[in-house]
């Protein structure tokens, strides 16, 4: 489809473009004490674009702009998945101590850009277009983790995200690089063409492409060894971003993750997404020894982390590798398990981070000896805090139970090949009880019944409440979403 025809499709991204334009405009004019209107402006602006989404949902498949972006159900889940997180992040922000005294019209306006980065990342079906969508998202990342620039430990958040996302995006474009000069095309089905008449002798260059790609993706998701930037980026910075970047930028990241694999370095076998790899290259065994080496040493590090935050981020890095462990099974439920899980880490991880921001908004620490007693002395939120690190866990009745009973039976059903995926997987998560109840244990066994209570305030009881009823419920009845899910697993085909 041609550049004028693909414009009528793309109603939500001109709906995020008008809202940056708008924040852009309203930031000029405003009163430079009232930062809250510029947030208003933005979260109006979203939400009007949530609706430009809903109604623009796809009941088939196309590709516009020439083949360089794909309009299909896969691209769409993933953008109310990005879409949904923005909106729980764009309130919290305005109503967060920790951005006091920075300009709020600049932080909205890059956050929108980054919507939009995200949003083309998730519908790429050209390497140059992925290209240009990743680099978006990382540098307004690189901005928004260093936003409190009078913060030493924000400045140096910003620079180590600089560095390790400048390396990994030039292996990246390496790889890239060597995928053009074998097929000669930069379309993702064209390559994948190519690929299958290639003469076996250039299969060296292809699995070699393959990893310095690969370097690029497992930076966006945080996978091990691309993983060092997220703990000091995490740490350092704002909460509200640091909440965001675990979410977000990770669902894009998986989004495109499937689609290159699927739609470049694989063959279809049957009906849905099951899929061989193209000449036996070893990819699925590649992402296979990724997934383990990514949740073991994520949960082994958290173990040891003294800050709340800093345990959080380790935890995101080993839920990256949970959700990896489903995709070398080559299967449609291996790609339903890891949408499935999206959702339910969505709710838990944004959950547990909205936690830490009223902590620190009352007592300006995340450190876990500072949770001593908190479960007594603001009960609400220990409770909910508690939900939450049980779904992160896994256990049941929680939306994380149910996450990673797919992951594990995608893997289990995908052959005797696979029972020591999921054995690891299993293995993993024990580990993890541990870090996760630690919090839960300084909140209640460390600390003595108080007196006087403390409540988190109206609006935080309101949007931990948002997030923790489906947290709970969808350990109980989750059909809606899986529906949701199934409907999804549709990618553009030519």
Do not use: C
């Not at 939500?12 to 402006?41: F, H, K, M, S, Y």
């Not at 190519?194 to 993706?217: C, H, K, T, W």
């Not at 009906?271 to 070893?282: D, K, R, T, Y």
């Amino acid at each position: 489809m041609d550049n004028l025809q693909s414009l009528t499709y793309f109603a939500p991204e001109w709906g995020l473009i008008a809202t940056v334009v708008v924040v852009l405009l309203v930031d000029l004019i405003r009163n430079r004490r009232d930062d809250r209107q510029v947030g208003t402006w933005f979260v109006a602006g979203l939400i009007v674009t949530a609706l430009l989404l809903l109604g623009n949902t796809p009941d088939h498949t196309l590709s516009l702009f020439r083949d360089a972006v794909a309009w299909d159900p896969f691209s769409h889940f993933f953008k109310e998945i990005v879409l949904l997180s923005s909106l729980f992040v764009a309130v919290v922000v305005l109503n967060s101590r920790e951005l006091d005294g920075y300009p709020l019209g600049e932080f909205y306006m890059l956050l929108g850009i980054m919507i939009l980065g995200m949003f083309w990342m998730v519908t790429s079906i050209d390497l140059l277009m992925a290209y240009l969508a990743i680099e978006i998202v990382s540098l307004t990342s690189f901005v928004l983790a260093g936003y409190l620039k009078r913060s030493r430990r924000s400045n140096e958040s910003a620079l180590k995200y600089v560095i390790y996302g400048a390396f990994s995006s030039g292996l990246m474009l390496f790889g890239f690089s060597y995928l053009f000069g074998l097929t000669g095309t930069t379309k993702f089905h064209a390559v994948a063409a190519a690929l299958r008449n290639l003469d076996p002798s250039a299969y060296g260059a292809v699995v070699v492409a393959s990893i310095l790609i690969l370097a690029g993706f497992g930076y966006k998701i945080s996978a091990v060894p691309f993983h060092f930037w997220t703990p000091d980026v995490y740490e350092g910075a704002p909460t509200a971003v640091t909440a965001y970047l675990s979410v977000a930028p990770k669902a894009a990241g998986f989004a495109l993750i499937i689609r290159f694999f699927h739609d470049v370095l694989a063959v279809p076998t049957g009906e849905g997404l099951a899929w061989s790899s193209i000449g036996n290259l070893p990819w699925p065994q590649l992402l296979a020894i990724l997934s383990v080496v990514t949740m073991t040493l994520g949960n082994l590090v958290a173990l040891r982390q003294t800050s709340v935050k800093r345990m959080l981020a380790y935890s995101s890095i080993a839920h990256a590798g949970y959700m990896l462990m489903a995709l070398p099974v080559l299967s449609q439920d291996g790609v339903f398990a890891i949408l499935l899980y999206l959702v339910m880490y969505l709710l838990m991880n944004l959950g547990a981070f909205f936690v830490v921001i009223v902590v620190e908004n009352r007592i300006a620490s995340e450190q876990f000896e500072d949770y001593r007693g908190l479960g007594w002395k603001m009960p609400y939120l220990g409770v909910l805090m508690t939900l939450f690190m049980f779904s992160l866990t896994g256990l049941p009745p929680t939306a994380g139970f149910i996450g990673k009973f797919y992951l594990f039976a995608a893997v289990i059903k995908a052959g005797s090949a696979y029972y020591w995926l999921a054995l690891v997987g299993v293995i993993n998560s024990v580990i993890s009880l541990y870090y996760y109840l630690r919090v839960v244990k300084m909140m209640y066994l460390k600390g003595d019944p108080q007196e006087t209570l403390e409540g988190a305030g109206r609006f935080y009881r309101s949007v931990l409440t948002l997030l923790a009823l489906p947290t709970l419920l969808l350990g109980l009845y989750w059909a809606p979403v899986a529906e949701w899910v199934r409907q999804s697993l549709l990618l553009f085909k030519p």
